[in-house]
C-alpha cells in the first residue's frame, strides 16, 4: 500500500497541483524543453539552463520544473532585483527584476557554492537593488516555490541586506522546501533565515547553522525567516548574531504575519551583547499589535534568551524518550503521509527528525 501511494504522489509531482496563470509568449531559455506552463513547464537539467532564468522578463514569469541535481558557481539570484524592460500592448515599461514564475524542484537537490561578487558589489550602487544572496533572489507575490532542497554555503565576501537558504526577499510561496546550507555574512541592517531572508513558509525545514556579523538593532534573523509567515516548519542550526534579533524560527514578526506549529530545535542561539535572542521570536516588542502572531509552536530551552516572558511565546519541547518522536511533531499539526499536502515521513537513522517522504537522507547528510 505504501508503494502505491508513492506512485501516487509521484504522479501529483509530474503533474503539479497549482493553477496559476502560465506564461505566455515565453521564450524557452537556453534551449530547454518544455513550453513554460502549468502542465508543460521548462525542465531545467543544468546550472547555466537555471541561470538563464533571469534573462527576460517572461523567463522570469514562466513554469519551471528541475529534472536533475545541479550545483551553482559564481551565481546570480533569480530575481536580481536589477532593472528589466517589458512590454506590455505598445508599450515599453521599466520594472524591477523579480522571479513571478512557479518552480518545482521536483524533489532535486541545488548546491550552492559561490556568487557573483561583482554581482553583490555593483548592487550596493542601485538604490532599488540591496545586495542579496539566495538561490532565488526577489520573489513576486504571485510566485511559488516548492519541492526543493538546497544544500551548500552562502559565504558572501561583499556586504548583503537579504539572505535564505532558498530565497532572499521574497513574497512566494515557499512550500515543501527544506536547506541545509551554511550562512555566514556580514552587512549593516539585515534580513537573514535559514528558509528565507523574508518570506511565506509551510512545511519547510533548516538544518544549517547561521552566522551573521556586523548588523544593527533592525537586524532580523531567524532559523526559518528573518521576517514574515511561517507554518509547519522546524530549524535545528545553531545561531549566531552579533546585533539585532535572532530567534529560533523568525527574527521578527512583523505587521500581519503569523508564526504556528513550529519548532525551535536550536542548540544554541547566541549573541553579542546588543543583539536580542529569543527561542521562536528574536523580537516581539510589536507583539502586542499582532497579538496573534505566535501560536502552538514549540522550542528546546536556551540558557541565553533576552526576554522573561519567552514561556509565552515557545512552550518547551519536552521529551520522555531518547529523541523526539513523530507523536511529538504530529502534536504541532506536522501531517506525515505521501501527498503536497501531507509531505512529511519520520527519519529514524540519522537524523531522527521529519524529512520529505521523497528525500533520501543519504543524499544531503
Not at 516548492?146 to 539572505?163: C, D, H, Q, R, Y
Amino acid at each position: 500500500m505504501k508503494k502505491i501511494l508513492v506512485i501516487i504522489f509521484t504522479f501529483t509531482l509530474i503533474t503539479g497541483l497549482f493553477s496559476s496563470c502560465a506564461a505566455k509568449d515565453s521564450a524557452a531559455p537556453k534551449a530547454m524543453s518544455g513550453a513554460g506552463t502549468l502542465f508543460d513547464p521548462f525542465l531545467v537539467s543544468t546550472a547555466e539552463q537555471f541561470q538563464s532564468i533571469n534573462d527576460s522578463y517572461e523567463s522570469l514569469s514562466a513554469h519551471y520544473r528541475l529534472v536533475a541535481d545541479i550545483t551553482l558557481e559564481k551565481h546570480i539570484p533569480i530575481g536580481n532585483g536589477r532593472n528589466i524592460i517589458y512590454k506590455k500592448f505598445s508599450n515599453e515599461i521599466e520594472t524591477s527584476a523579480s522571479f513571478r514564475g512557479v518552480f518545482d524542484g521536483y524533489g532535486h537537490i541545488i548546491t550552492i557554492r559561490t556568487f557573483d561578487e561583482d554581482f553583490i558589489k555593483q548592487s550596493t550602487e542601485i538604490s532599488n537593488t540591496p545586495p542579496m544572496a539566495g538561490v532565488f533572489g526577489k520573489c513576486d507575490v504571485n510566485s511559488l516555490i516548492k519541492n526543493l532542497t538546497v544544500k551548500g554555503e552562502i559565504k558572501p565576501v561583499s556586504m548583503v541586506a537579504w539572505v535564505g537558504g532558498i530565497a532572499a526577499n521574497s513574497q512566494a510561496y515557499i512550500k515543501n522546501c527544506s536547506t541545509d546550507v551554511l550562512i555566514d555574512v556580514s552587512g549593516n541592517s539585515m534580513s537573514v533565515g535559514g528558509i528565507a531572508g523574508h518570506g511565506l513558509v509551510e512545511n519547510c525545514y533548516s538544518l544549517g547553522d547561521i552566522k551573521v556579523s556586523g548588523g544593527s538593532e533592525l537586524s532580523r534573523i531567524g532559523g526559518i525567516i528573518g521576517s514574515g509567515s511561517a507554518d509547519k516548519c522546524y530549524a535545528s542550526g545553531n545561531i549566531y548574531v552579533e546585533k539585532g534579533n535572532a530567534g529560533g524560527i523568525v527574527g521578527e514578526v512583523i505587521l500581519m504575519c503569523k508564526v504556528k506549529n513550529c519548532a525551535a530545535l536550536n542548540k544554541s542561539i547566541t549573541g553579542g551583547s546588543a543583539a536580542k535572542l529569543n527561542r521562536i521570536c528574536g523580537n516581539y516588542e510589536k507583539y502586542e499589535k499582532n497579538p496573534n502572531a505566535l501560536e502552538n509552536n514549540y522550542a528546546y530551552p536556551q540558557p541565553n534568551i533576552t526576554s522573561s516572558k519567552e514561556v509565552e511565546y515557545g512552550k518547551d519541547f519536552t521529551i520522555s524518550h531518547d529523541w523526539i518522536s513523530e507523536d511529538d511533531f504530529s502534536r504541532i499539526s506536522f501531517s506525515f503521509g505521501v501527498t503536497e499536502d501531507s509531505p512529511w515521513m519520520f527519519e529514524k537513522s540519522k537524523l531522527y527528525l521529519p524529512i520529505f517522504c521523497w528525500q533520501n537522507i543519504d543524499n544531503f547528510i
